[in-house]
């Protein structure tokens, strides 16, 4: 059975935060340089270590299992294509990771522009203002569920 994740924006970034904390609770490199869901397999002594680099997306992909015959213990570089059903989701996670909420929005949900464009601005110099200072690339964690409510507000 697949699973395929909600076309809300609000519900998506909660989904989104929910899972980057907990694959940085299991140890797993935020990069998101890297985009998407990478496994590196490197030499280390005589044993072979893998590596889970991960951005907001990938984390979902990860924690959710989106990626049928994913191995944690096996090289790999996974993308939404890898997920059709979530293909759409899983980019506007992307778009919303960088700020991008006008673009994400538009993927997901029919709305009114010209009614909500200073919003989606305000959103967007929201995380360009709240730069995670562990994570390059993101903003911190706790700016994505503002963000969330606010988009919750407006039904989106």
Known sequence: MSKILP????????IAVEDVQKSLNEGHEPDMDVSWLH??????????????????????????????????????????????????QLTAIDYMRRGLFLDACHLLVPFDL?????LFMGMTRSVLENADADIP????????????????AIGM
């Open 114 to 118: 010209v009614q909500h464009k200073g």
């Open 39 to 88: 496994v590196v397999e490197r030499a280390v002594g005589s044993k072979v270590q893998h590596t889970c680099y991960l951005c907001m997306a990938g984390a979902v992909m990860l924690q959710r299992d989106l990626v049928r015959g994913f191995d944690l213990h096996e090289a790999g570089y996974y993308l939404p294509s890898h997920c059709k059903e979530n293909a759409l």
């Open 137 to 152: 690339g993101m903003a911190n964690l706790s700016t994505y569920l503002k963000i969330a409510d606010e988009l919750e």
């Open 7 to 14: 076309m809300i924006p609000s519900k998506l970034l909660r």
